[in-house]
């Protein structure tokens, strides 16, 4: 063998090896588009659709764990009361939807009916309601049909699809009735009315109540819909209607809810509609801010029921408080008006200015306000006088405006962070003590975590992922544990490649 | 540079030349280590990881042909931009190794072998996104490989004692390690003063055994 030869076999083995190279994962190459965070009551979990990832972090584990999800996560929610979260997943033609169970490190995957865009949950996590927004694209579907919605039964992990069959494009926001015996009862409204059906009972055919008779040039569209405590009312807020809709629904289960129509007239300008507790029977709450009044009105149209509360000052919202008070406020306006239903007692107190945000907290029978100028948070408390209500203003200054917030109802604490600080607030609600501790980056947003008694700092400017986690209340930095770059959890553990 | 070196081989040459040393060998040279899996494409996206390899040995006859011995120490390392440029990967590797060649001159100038090999390795890998994130891991390794050496002899037959020869040496083989868990990648505190502790992520395993390419220069005298 010639020398020549030989490195005519050295070169051909090498070629040999080089034709045996991988190429580069496409997963590695795409920049990574991670979801918005998730607090549960145990955890925090990150979805990235990238790399089809929920990446749970566990505040006390040292490294975040990775579940793996099907295809295209599009959107993430929580399931309430419960350590779930769901994704939608899947493509236009294939749509999933995806169940991570936190607390057992499980992922359930659902055929769903539609591709659509997002979820609604009833307040006790039992169903959830899934629908289109008119205004998401519709991807490379040619048509979709925005009236077909998809119901969850969460305990079951069963999808079912319903068809709406109104006028209206896509639903406009979902509304869940009260735990009745047999039924329980959905409202869907829409732009030209609203749809009600019996999750139930899907297989019975929902109700469709048009807010504008067909051939009406009228332009009312629902902008708020809430259900009596009792479930057989529902009231309709639409735009251009001083109105509340008053719609009663019938006792049927099993067949269509008979449903009829009432209009019932308070004030100028309605702005919100609320129900009262059920101790009020039969009753609405309208807050007019043309007139500045607060309206209890009767749903059966009885005008000699009708209670009318006169403000000091702009109203447009209403609150409810702790038994029968409400909290009238106006963000605009620097006055807070407390009334309580049952007995008509009223009370108001005047903030040192307007307001960013508000916190009420029927838990706590208070309310807390950030006022940006000057900046201060102040504490709204309730009490009762012989003849009026007594509003109770108590503020804490801060250095810079309010900007995140988390509360712990059980314990009463609010914790909150000022924009541009690194440091976290612990608020006693009760007695305004104040506890901090500095993290090392300014917190977006806060979360508190019942199980364990953490909370959850999201610092901004970092779509990766980073947190910080610290136990709740404390002022110590010591305890605090900073997670940083978090969604490259398991990036070597490539979906559908061997090991 | 050729020159310096081959003055270098002389001189060692003439010193060795007056003891009855057992045969020593001094090797330097590059190789190419080839992950194919693609999970490695996170910090290397042609899969080649260059190696530089240093290594001193001895040798002796053992049947009718020659079994070396030697200590080699490797190094290497790949940087790779990932997720269109939000991380950057950086992946060291570097070893020390034992390991025995056995050779038999088919001819003057061309001498087959096969060698085997065992080590230990350590990784350091950094992934680098809004702050650099690092670990460490080691590994025992173990390797085999065949090849050619092309023995030129360097001086002339007038010398007395022995002549070193210098040798070019191709080889191919496979280097065989467990995966590399890098498991708690970890960011250095930001304040040095109560410093907030850093929770870790887990990247997953990535598979480091693949074949391997080497040219190396030894000079054996």
Known sequence: MSATACLRGAVLSAAVLLAACGGRGGVYVGPLKPLPLIATSAAVVQVVPETRRAVVLTPGEATPAALRLSAGARAVSRVPGAELVAVLTGTPRAPTLDLV???????????????FDRVSWSPDGALGVFTYAATAPSGQLVARNLNEVGLLFVAQRALVRLQLDTESLAPRDVVFGPAEPNRRLVAVTLERGVALFDALHPEVAPRRIALRPQGSTAESS????VFAPSGRWLFLRATGLDDVIVLELGPEVGSPVSVSINFVAGGRGLTDIEAPPEVMGDMVLAVYAGSREAWLLDARGIQDNARRLAAPGPVRTAALLSGTRVLLSDAASRTLTAWDLLDGRSGSVTLDGTFSSSLVLPEVDRAVFALGAPAVLSEVTVTEETNRLRLKLQSIQLSRPFSAAALDPVTRRLFFTVSGSSTVVTMDLVTLALAEVALDAPAARLAYLPQGDWLVAEHAGNALGDVTVVPAGTTE?????????????????LPGDAP | MTKRVLMLCTLLSASASRAAWPALSASVGYESQLYTSQRYDLVDADDFLPMLRVAAGTGFELGPGHLDVDVAFTTGASRESAHGGQAAADLWLRGVQVGGL????????LEPYARLGVGWDWATLQLTASTPLRQTVSHVSGLGVVGVQLP????????????????????????????????ALKADPVT???????????LGSVPMHGGLLRVLVTVRW
């Open chain 1, 101 to 115: 169970d936190v607390a057992s490190g499980t992922v359930a995957t659902l055929e769903s009916p539609g591709f």
């Open chain 1, 222 to 225: 629902v902008v708020e819909a």
């Open chain 1, 477 to 493: 930095r010591s305890g605090a544990l900073r997670y940083v770059d978090f969604v490259f959890t398991d990036d070597f553990e």
């Open chain 2, 102 to 109: 056995y050779r038999y001159g088919l001819f003057s100038w």
């Open chain 2, 152 to 183: 030129v002899r360097m001086g002339t037959a007038s010398n007395k004692g022995r002549l070193p020869f210098m040798v070019f040496d191709l080889g191919g083989g496979y280097v065989v390690r467990p995966d590399y868990a890098f498991d």
């Open chain 2, 192 to 202: 040095k003063t109560e410093p907030v502790a850093s929770g870790s992520v887990n």
